[in-house]
């Protein structure tokens, strides 16, 4: 069975610089980077608690951030439709910006055609 896509869940837990969209921003980009996927637009929100939340739409999909500076927790999402995309070198990417102390991944295979 293949898949036509690829979703990386991603929780960041006892990470640093969930206050600061910026430094998501800038992670985020050299995730899209890493992974070997085309950047088409960018955009972030901050909220009121310090937080923010970020979508990099891609070519080939998107990567989504979601803070919770209070928790020192991040819910980021890898979804990636193309077969080249190189998920694991993303994680190492959040893992540099963020420096969480633990890290839990689930990827979820997408489309499953048979």
């Given at each position: 069975m293949n898949a036509l896509g690829r979703h990386a869940l991603v929780e960041l837990w006892?990470?640093?610089?969930?206050?600061r969209a910026e430094l998501g921003e800038e992670?985020?980009?050299?995730?899209?980077?890493?992974?070997?996927?085309?950047?088409?637009d960018?955009?972030?929100?901050?909220?009121?608690?310090?937080?923010?939340?970020?979508?990099?739409?891609?070519?080939?999909?998107h990567v989504t951030i979601h803070t919770w500076p209070e928790h020192?927790?991040?819910?980021?999402?890898?979804?990636?439709?193309?077969?080249?995309?190189?998920i694991a070198a993303g994680l190492e990417v959040l893992k540099k910006y963020f420096e969480p102390g633990?890290?839990?991944?689930v990827e979820v295979r997408r489309g499953i055609v048979s």
């Open positions: 006892d990470a640093k610089g969930l206050d992670a985020l980009a050299e995730c899209v980077k890493a992974v070997g996927a085309t950047l088409l960018t955009r972030f929100v901050r909220f009121p608690n310090g937080g923010y939340s970020g979508v990099c739409i891609l070519a080939e999909s020192g927790y991040a819910a980021v999402d890898i979804f990636s439709c193309g077969p080249r995309m190189d633990h890290v839990q991944v």
